[in-house]
T-cell receptor, first 114, second 117 residues
Framework: NAGVMQNPRHLVRRRGQEARLRCSPMKGHSHVYWYRQLPEEGLKFMVYLQKENIIDESGMPKERFSAEFPKEGPSILRIQQVVRGDSAAYFC????????????FGQGTRLTVV | GENVEQHPSTLSVQEGDSAVIKCTYS??????FPWYKQELGKRPQLIIDIRSNVGEKKDQRIAVTLNKTAKHFSLHITETQPEDSAVYFCAALGGGGRGSTLGRLYFGRGTQLTVWP
């Protein structure tokens, strides 16, 4: 079991470009969470997804940000028209079907907007 | 919604001493409480968790206690070592009550633990 895989590990984008972050959950896990972490700060919840469904997106900005977790393939967090304030580490976590047990984090994607 | 409060935000101890981090939660329907350790530049890693049907769980130098009535849970690290230095996060799994989302993890703001040799 390879664990939660995120790619890319590092991503540099110019202001106005799109950033696309991928998360492949652990095998057998159908719940995915995305968090953002600014330097010296805690984990800020963004969105909670199950296969093909968004369960809770209350932490995600209404504009420019979107997330999906299709039936096949990884979960994608998309940030359109990035701004410098989007620079952060974005972590994905997954938990098994049912969501009532351990959640494991990926290595994160460090987004830098220049 | 569910609100997880964590204290203290920073904690410094001498090597060999004990460290205690405390968290409270608001959703009485929450029934799963994990703790994560995050070293600088790395991912949060699950170190211990507890479910609402037990009051205490221990794993070597780490223990977690849960008081469901008071809605608080604590992490205890004994015989601390410099490699225990990290940020520790508590979390509560939303039980669907009191404005929480069922199945979502709610995190505390983290505690920066520093263990001095």
């Amino acid at each position: 079991n390879a664990g939660v895989m995120q790619n890319p590990r590092h991503l540099v984008r110019r202001r106005g470009q799109e950033a696309r972050l991928r998360c492949s959950p652990m095998k057998g896990h159908s719940h995915v969470y995305w968090y953002r972490q600014l330097p010296e700060e805690g984990l800020k919840f963004m969105v909670y997804l199950q296969k093909e469904n968004i369960i809770d997106e209350s932490g995600m900005p209404k504009e420019r940000f979107s997330a999906e977790f299709p039936k096949e393939g990884p979960s994608i967090l998309r940030i359109q028209q990035v701004v410098r304030g989007d620079s952060a580490a974005y972590f994905c976590a997954s938990s098994p079907q049912g969501g009532y047990t351990e959640a494991f984090f990926g290595q994160g994607t460090r987004l830098t907007v220049v | 919604g569910e609100n997880v409060e964590q204290h203290p935000s920073t904690l410094s101890v001498q090597e060999g001493d004990s460290a205690v981090i405390k968290c409270t939660y608001s959703d009485s329907a929450s029934n799963y409480f994990p703790w994560y350790k995050q070293e600088l530049g790395k991912r949060p890693q699950l170190i211990i968790d507890i479910r609402s049907n037990v009051g205490e769980k221990k794993d070597q130098r780490i223990a977690v206690t849960l008081n469901k009535t008071a809605k608080h849970f604590s992490l205890h690290i004994t015989e601390t070592q410099p490699e225990d230095s990290a940020v520790y996060f508590c979390a509560a799994l939303g039980g669907g009550g009191r404005g929480s989302t069922l199945g979502r993890l709610y995190f505390g703001r983290g505690t920066q633990l520093t263990v001095w040799p």
